[in-house]
């Protein structure tokens, strides 16, 4: 009926109407507004605070320091994924503070709070809080951190070093690149990005004295988790004593998945003031303390055989945690090596992992989790194949995992659960019309305009594992649906994930009309509110369908069952003779039937019903425990135009082809990967977050100087799907959201090489600038 189609969005109509409800409108009367004194300084210890002059100014009410937050006896959360060295020593977590306290390690850290009636007054009176600051040094990049010149960030651990997490078999790694007849080396900075969702973060806080109960409105994609960390671990109360309500919201990306100060000091600002409290953060704020991603330097080789058979990758990567550890950072950068081998038959491999603490933002998870190993693998075997004279596509032909060998656990422990890389390589090459692409390639070598033609292809882990794969984490991989049927037969769902952008709303209305056998008319759609359901992890890896969407599925039947038990007794017929189509009880072979509406109404009204084994109403709720995680596949290939003078890369054409299991909505799916191109593509090409190395100063705080990607700086792109039944889950589905920005950096980069491999340009870092292209082109 409805899976499989593309059927509209009816919550575009409240966006584009301006109905939509996000944090700016939400109207608690007789707010208060909430404004931060940020630090000026990288590196710094705290001499003093003068709160004098703010607090007399007018229309403030309360100015908050650490001092007050830590004699009111109120805490942070810990780190959600606490991952050790390989050698089992603990690692150095350091939480970011809600308040910091005798110190600041970035610029942006949250040194006061100011409460005052009026927005402008709360700015204005931040502005007159003096603080008394000793400038220490700072260090900003993820290699220099463990030198010994280096400042040691936090001083109580002795170390910037975090931990030292070690991937793979050393011995036989080195073994096999022993009998190497080529040793492919690139060095490759990763750069550090934003991922600045078009809302900024904000929240309103309210305490009700007469119920004792927080309720917080706030722009973040796991309320449930939120809920958690509010009541278990700052505000240290019962979790059924704080409310959180996730409203539209206008963006996410990971950047929203995280504990930040700015919520829990409005909730606490209420009940000490008995006046809601709000806040919005501004642009610059945002680039101040919102979660970065990315940073990283690796060492990596990749070993070959004479035929261009790859023997084995290894390697040592360098990345960085920011001056703090953030929620779930640990599983985000020491896990990245999982997927390093991508989609080639690789016997073994090697990688260690060192995080650091540096003097810049946290950094955490950010959509498109599996950029940086695809980045690494691809240009890896991109270069090695040009190194020993063979053709790369070639190479990658003889290279790929064949459909036969899935499921497949790669050399370092992840398991893929189904793919055909081949048939979607030559599915992409068609697409692309690629012969064409060499001819016309052939024609601008001897031009100023040089024109390259690059691939990349990659497997990811979306939709995380069993909750008890997770075991001592504290927070499993399930997560929740409740499918609740009216008395009049229509029927509201509730997710305990959130969506900010994913198209949640229609994709799970398609999955439950589909299941009852309804129109998807009758399907309303609810999320968002943590008294309305439970939930979990909410929304992030790609994992909202492939386990919410299976909650739904299996309510849905449960309901189904429940209501031919109901059908059967009214009609008195057996449950086996019953069959139910398209809303539509009917006794096998017979004239005999009763409607969904007639069941629905006989459920609430209680008239006729069972006497034995049969409960009233119309209603389930399941958590969905995954069995494991999901593996899309994707394929990219980019065709860019160099200006030789100039350095000026055009990407001109992009062509995907993405395996992301049965697709429930073609037209979301398609908006998703489109979505995520544009993210990759300016991650490749224009963005990077830079820190002045000596003092730590943020030197790209805003727009005008962080490069986000516009129109005019994206092709047209042209992409195809390939579906392949995920058998993990009762959809067959993957998860197609992050696939766009996992291929661009390498199929880009590669692009790039290819244009200019005659100049003797070999590797190029991200962002692919028209600066750094020129540079390199030029003799040395």
């Not at 301006?18 to 608690?28: E, L, M, P, R, T």
């Not at 693998?377 to 020993?388: C, K, P, T």
């Not at 309303?524 to 309305?532: A, C, I, M, V």
């Not at 990407?651 to 544009?678: F, K, S, W």
Request: with cysteine.
């Amino acid at each position: 009926m409805y899976v499989g189609k593309p059927v509209l969005r009816g919550e575009d109509n409240r966006f584009l109407t301006g109905d939509g409800q996000y944090i700016a409108d939400i109207s608690v009367g007789n707010s208060l507004w909430a404004a931060f004194v940020r630090s000026p300084y990288a590196n710094a210890n705290i001499r003093s605070i003068d709160t004098a002059t703010a607090a007399r100014s007018h229309g403030v009410v309360k100015v908050l320091t650490a001092d007050d937050w830590h004699a009111a006896g109120l805490g942070s959360p810990a780190c959600q994924f606490p991952i050790p060295s390989t050698d089992g020593t603990p690692m150095n977590e350091m939480s970011r503070p809600v308040l910091a306290c005798r110190s600041v390690r970035h610029v942006g850290d949250t040194v006061a709070a100011v409460i005052a009636e009026r927005k402008e007054q709360a700015i204005e009176a931040a502005e007159l809080i003096s603080v008394d600051y000793e400038e220490l040094p700072a260090v900003t990049h993820p290699q220099t951190a463990l030198s010994s010149e280096a400042v040691v960030i936090h001083p109580e651990l002795g170390t910037n070093l975090v931990q030292r997490v070690e991937h793979g078999d050393a011995k036989t790694t080195n073994e096999a690149f022993s009998k190497a007849a080529h040793i492919e080396q690139l060095t490759l900075r990763n750069m550090r990005v934003a991922g600045l969702p078009m809302e900024p973060r904000g929240a309103v806080g309210y305490f009700d004295r007469l119920t004792g109960r927080y309720t917080i409105w706030v722009s973040v994609q796991n309320p449930h988790m939120l809920q958690r960390w509010l009541a278990e671990a700052v505000l240290k109360v019962a979790i059924n004593k704080v409310r959180v309500i996730s409203p539209d919201v206008g963006g996410g990306f990971g950047v929203k998945a995280y504990f930040y100060p700015e919520p829990a000091i409005v909730l606490w600002a209420s009940k000490l003031l008995r006046q809601p409290v709000r806040w919005n953060a501004s642009r610059g704020e945002a680039f101040m303390v919102d979660t970065h991603a990315r940073d990283l330097v690796t060492h990596a080789e990749m070993a070959f055989d004479e035929r261009g058979q790859i023997l084995g990758i290894r390697g040592e990567a360098f990345t960085t945690y920011g001056a703090y550890m953030s929620n779930m950072a640990p599983a985000i950068l020491t896990a990245f090596p999982g997927m390093l081998t991508g989609l080639y038959k690789t016997a073994t491999a090697n990688m260690v992992v060192n995080g650091v603490y540096t003097n810049t933002v946290p950094i955490d998870a950010y959509r498109g989790g599996t950029q940086a190993p695809t980045h690494i693998n691809e240009r890896l075997v991109e270069n090695g194949a040009r190194s020993l004279g063979l053709d790369p596509m070639i190479v990658r032909r003889n290279n790929y995992l064949s459909s036969s060998d899935y499921p497949y656990t790669n050399p370092l422990a992840a398991t893929y659960d189904s793919g055909h890389p081949l048939a979607q390589h030559e599915r992409l090459l068609e697409l692309a019309d690629y012969t064409s692409l060499r001819a016309e390639q052939a024609a601008h070598q001897e031009q100023a305009i040089r024109m390259g033609v690059g691939f990349a292809g990659f497997v990811e882990t979306t939709g995380m594992g069993p909750s008890r794969s997770l075991a001592g984490f504290g927070v499993g991989g399930w997560e929740s649906a409740v499918v609740r049927v009216h008395p009049d037969s229509k029927v509201t769902l509730f997710a305990g994930t959130h969506s900010h952008g994913q198209s949640h709303e229609i994709t799970f209305r398609q999955v439950a009309a589909d299941a009852l056998q309804l129109p998807i008319s009758d399907i309303e759609f609810t999320q968002g509110d943590t008294d309305l359901g439970p939930g979990n992890f909410g929304t992030a890896a790609a994992r909202a369908i492939s386990i919410v969407g299976a909650a739904i599925e299996k309510a849905a039947a449960r309901i189904l069952r429940k209501a031919t038990q109901l059908a059967a007794h009214h009609l008195e017929c057996s449950s086996s003779d019953i069959e139910y189509a398209q809303g539509t009880f009917a006794i096998s072979g017979t004239d005999r039937s009763i409607s969904f509406q007639e069941v629905a109404k006989l459920a609430y009204t209680g008239e006729d019903y069972p006497e034995e084994n049969f409960e009233l109403g119309l209603e389930e709720t399941v958590f969905e425990d995954p069995t494991h995680c999901s593996n899309p596949i994707g394929m990219h290939l980019a065709v860019v135009l160099i200006d030789i003078e100039t350095g000026a890369v055009n990407l001109r054409d992009y062509y995907t082809v993405d395996d992301c299991g049965r697709i429930i909505n073609p037209m979301v799916v398609e908006g998703q990967v489109h979505g995520g191109l544009a993210q990759g593509i300016g991650h490749a090409c224009l963005e990077g977050i830079i820190y002045e190395p000596d003092s730590g100063q943020l030197l790209t705080g805003s727009f005008m100087d962080y490069a986000l990607p516009r129109a005019d700086d994206l092709p047209n792109f042209k992409g195809a799907f390939m579906e392949s039944f995920n058998t993990n889950n009762s959809l067959g589905v993957k998860g197609g959201s992050e696939s766009g920005v996992c291929g661009p950096s390498a199929a880009i980069g590669n692009a790039i090489v290819d244009a200019l491999w005659d100049f003797g340009v070999k590797h190029i870092d991200t962002p692919y600038t028209s600066e750094r292209i020129w540079r390199a082109i030029q003799p040395q």
